[in-house]
């Protein structure tokens, strides 16, 4: 993933369970599968895949720690794999960040059909009360279109300024400098597609949802969706949409059928060829990486796969791949830190795997497979829930040192399975229950806890919904997992005990996953009176 793609999800992120065949899903999931169920359910093996290559995709990707949190495969318009790494669920919505692209690069199809606009059409055009001063031959030449292909002529991304200064976006967007000539230099600029979202709202006096809703949304039954909303009253655009796996291999499938839904058409035929071409190069200017996944030609808010396919996709795992010559889709969700590796697995053991015809079924992979999809979770693989300094520990108050975090007391509190975190916080007290053999689920607002989301109103959350176990790493080091279920996000709180002291350091799962991010809150250290 680019540079630029993984900095502009740091600033977005922090400034603002089973698998297999359907006969296989345990009950529990299949109860809450069916709650959110639209696209029929088949047998991976009657639509020509094997359950030995889904075991495989697995076990590799868990291996390789690449971190997925949920995977559908559609094959033949049939459901044959789905799976939830707990405490991830069929009913969540996700976080999709740039994969929103292909949901606003839609609804510009959708409106081109009805004659609203077309391609060819000048931004300018549409703003005449934002338009700058003196307009560069550069800014009057930008299209529609090369806003749908990242052609703006723009050297940087412009949605960082954007979002840093208080004007309008779209008056922002306008007045910076267009270096290049539009339509002849690819630049990942998540600006362009917000602006897409202003066009779309200027002509048809409807946010990008409300628009959405009854073409697209209502027929595929896509249900709760949101979307931020920035502070002129425009959805985003380029980020913020929040829908569930299934919802996106629905969208999927819809692009897949070439915009017929259930026998009647949605999308136009030509818009969906048109947006999923290769419509300009984005390869390096020293040349293209045939192994890249990112350099295969970029077409309307859609990249470009290798093997011809195509994909849209959002910062740190987030996947709509659909495979038109396979029939196929797939639908992933993840926090991973490198995203080529999970579509390289993909091809290596999904692709690879599919065949034109039936298979037989091997009665002893698929028991494999549903011994897998039973006990798949984001927890340790190994977790030890006692150490012989927990009855010293328990309940003990722990006076804080003077901290950034203004935290001046801290606690655990150990009770059968169990662990209830307490932090005081100037005169308020923040607690969480974590599970030491399971994910105990709950809701936190301690300071600092970065994955506040952000509402279609644009304002933070006041709570943050988390999933919290914990276990002792050693005799001495306590380690809570906070995992917040409704972004990709999770937290480690390590507590190191020595005598009657304690230190507690936070570590966010975006370390290492998205450029410079660098963790921020302090350690916290204090002592407790024997």
Same mark, same amino acid.
């Given at each position: 993933?680019?540079?630029?793609?993984? =900095?502009?999800?740091?600033?977005?992120?922090?400034?603002?369970?089973?698998?297999?065949?359907?006969?296989m899903i345990p009950q529990t999931l299949l109860a809450e599968i069916k709650k959110v169920t639209g696209l029929p359910r088949g047998i991976a093996e009657q639509e020509g895949l094997s359950s030995e290559s889904i075991l495989a995709f697995i076990k590799s990707v868990e291996q390789k720690k690449l971190g997925l949190h949920s995977l559908m495969i559609v094959r033949h318009g049939k459901v044959i794999t789905e799976g939830w790494w707990d405490p991830y669920k069929p009913d969540i919505k996700h976080m999709l960040f740039s994969l929103s692209k292909s949901f606003t690069s839609t609804a510009i199809g959708l409106a081109v059909a009805e004659r609203r606009l077309t391609v060819e059409d000048k931004v300018i055009s549409f703003f005449p009360k934002h338009q700058p001063q003196n307009i560069s031959p550069n800014l009057a030449a930008i299209r529609v279109k090369d806003l749908l292909t990242m052609n703006t002529g723009h050297d940087k991304d412009t949605m960082g300024t954007m979002r840093a200064g208080t004007e309008s976006w779209i008056r922002t967007f306008l007045s910076l400098p267009v270096e290049h000539k539009p339509g002849s230099f690819f630049l990942y600029n998540s600006g362009a597609t917000y602006l897409l979202a202003a066009i779309l709202q200027k002509l048809t006096g409807k946010s990008l949802l409300d628009y959405l809703t009854p073409r697209l949304l209502e027929p595929l039954d896509i249900k709760n969706a949101d979307w931020e909303i920035s502070p002129e009253g425009i959805h985003t655009g380029a980020y913020g949409l929040r829908v569930t796996t299934e919802d996106i291999a629905k969208f999927g499938q819809l692009y897949l059928q070439k915009g017929n839904w259930n026998g009647k058409r949605i999308l136009s035929e030509k818009w969906v060829e048109e947006a999923t071409s290769f419509q300009v190069p984005?390869?390096?200017?020293?040349?293209?990486? =045939?192994?890249?996944?990112?350099?295969?030609? $970029?077409? $309307?808010?859609?990249?470009?796969?290798? %093997?011809?396919l195509y994909r849209g996709d959002g910062a740190v795992g987030q996947y709509c791949i659909v495979m038109p010559a396979y029939d196929a889709v797939v639908a992933? !969700?993840? =926090?991973?830190?490198?995203?080529?590796?999970?579509?390289? =697995? !993909?091809?290596? %053991?999904?692709l690879a795997g599919m065949k034109p015809s039936s298979l037989p079924q091997n009665q002893q992979v698929q028991s494999a497979l549903k011994q897998k999809l039973s006990t798949l979770t984001l927890l340790p693989s190994t977790i030890i829930t006692t150490s012989s300094i927990m009855p010293g520990i328990t309940g003990k108050p722990f006076k804080l040192q003077e901290n950034e975090m203004n935290a001046s007391e801290l606690s655990l509190k150990f009770a059968g399975n169990n662990c209830v975190f307490s932090l005081k916080e100037n005169n308020k007290v923040h607690t969480i229950s974590c599970g030491l053999d399971h994910w105990e689920k709950g809701e936190t607002v301690i300071p600092g806890a970065p994955p506040n989301l952000v509402n279609g109103n644009n304002k933070l959350t006041v709570n943050s919904k988390v999933a919290a176990a914990g276990l002792w790493k050693d005799e001495n080091t306590f380690e809570m997992i906070l995992q917040y279920f409704e972004t990709p996000h999770s937290d480690a709180v390590t507590c190191y005990f020595e005598n009657n002291s304690l230190r507690l350091e936070f570590k966010n799962s975006l370390m290492g996953k998205v450029g410079s991010f660098k963790e921020t809150r302090p350690v916290l250290k204090g002592t407790w009176s024997i």
């Open positions: 993933m680019s540079t630029p793609r993984r =900095e502009f999800i740091k600033q977005l992120s922090l400034g603002a369970a089973g698998f297999g065949l359907v006969p984005n390869a390096s200017l020293t040349g293209k990486d =045939e192994n890249s996944d990112w350099q295969q030609g $970029y077409g $309307y808010q859609f990249w470009r796969c290798r %093997h011809d992933i !969700t993840s =926090e991973t830190s490198n995203m080529q590796a999970i579509m390289n =697995e !993909t091809w290596t %053991h999904l």
